[in-house]
């Protein structure tokens, strides 16, 4: 009996720990990092760099979220979205959260520079720093453009799997962050206008606190427009070809779509309609330029 108590505890505690690294955003921001490491060569990545960079990147962004929650516990704590977070439920302590974020994310650095490269490293422990600090602690509680100016750390993905394979900064790797920093602020404003009763109760300014629901729901239109034209430049570059612009168009599409109707009939639901399509159209835009990369 004792034992089963400490395995159940144990497991208890390591799904809390999980839970600090928000792993489904973890896994889609990897997602987007292994795509850009099969987009930068013409043959398959080389394993080591595969395992060794996915392993990396994956463990400094989850140190990187650890780090946010640790520091938003108090804001967390006022959210209906976020208040059952282990922080907040007093699950864990902040010198908890800090040894394990320290631990991880020195793990992921070790084995970035040990077995991929000292410029993917450094790319890395810079998104790391740019969300959990820059992001977090100065632009998310000062200005309602924190998401657009913040957005960059959180697109950064796609070039540190470019990096992890090629060494070096390329065009192709800097149109698929373009990609994903114009895809930040329609994905996440559709989130904050569906709650902004919980920023506000938070006193954080995101843009429909600050400016209003309106005001903001034409933002999501006029960025989604600005995502489609970065969409299109893979293919006006030569980087991709008709299977991708084909899936694109079909994608974007849709997504201006839910914009539009964001726009003249708004609703709480197409709002989170709009936020889970966001997800799923980005990983299958990426996986609609790796398919055309191969085929």
């Known amino acids: 009996m004792a034992t089963q108590l400490i395995l159940h505890d144990t497991a208890q505690r390591m799904r809390q720990f999980y839970a600090l690294t928000k792993p489904r955003v973890t896994m889609l921001a990897v997602f987007c990092a292994?795509?850009?490491m099969f987009l930068a060569t013409p043959g398959m990545v080389p394993w080591r760099v595969l395992f060794a960079g996915t392993a990396g990147i994956g463990?400094?962004?989850?140190?990187?979220f650890a780090i946010n929650c640790l520091i938003e516990q108090e804001i967390d704590a006022k959210m209906a979205r976020t208040r059952a977070r282990p922080?907040?439920?007093g699950e864990l302590t902040s010198l908890q959260t800090v040894v394990f974020a320290g631990v991880i994310g020195g793990i992921g650095m070790f084995l970035l520079y040990g077995y991929v490269n000292a410029l993917t490293m450094w790319l890395t422990f810079g998104t790391f720093v740019g969300y959990a600090i820059i992001y977090t602690v100065v632009l998310k509680p000062a200005t309602p453009q924190n998401?657009?100016?913040?957005g960059l750390s959180g697109a950064m993905p796609p070039l540190l799997?470019?990096?992890a394979v090629t060494g070096e900064v390329a065009?192709?790797?800097l149109l698929m962050v373009l990609i994903i920093y114009a895809w930040t602020p329609p994905h996440f404003w559709a989130l904050a206008l569906n709650r902004t009763e919980d920023f506000?109760?938070?006193g954080l300014p995101m843009l429909p606190v600050t400016h209003g629901q309106e005001f903001t729901r034409l933002h999501v239109l006029l960025y989604t427009l600005i995502l489609i034209a970065s969409t299109l430049l893979p293919f006006v570059y030569g980087m991709s070809g008709w299977i991708y612009l084909a899936a694109a168009l079909v994608l974007d599409g849709m997504f201006l779509y839910y914009a539009?109707?964001?726009?003249i009939a708004y609703s709480d639901r197409l709002a989170q309609q709009t936020f889970r399509y966001s997800v799923v159209y980005l990983a299958c835009l990426f996986t609609a330029l790796l398919l055309d990369h191969y085929v």
């Not at 463990?59 to 990187?64: P, R, S, T």
């Not at 539009?260 to 726009?263: D, K, L, P, S």
């Open 171 to 173: 065009p192709e790797a």
């Open 161 to 163: 799997g470019w990096t």
């Open 147 to 150: 998401i657009v100016i913040g």
């Open 260 to 263: 539009v109707r964001i726009y």
């Open 200 to 202: 506000t109760r938070a």
């Open 59 to 64: 463990l400094l962004a989850g140190a990187a």
């Open 87 to 89: 922080l907040p439920r």
């Open 34 to 36: 292994v795509i850009g």
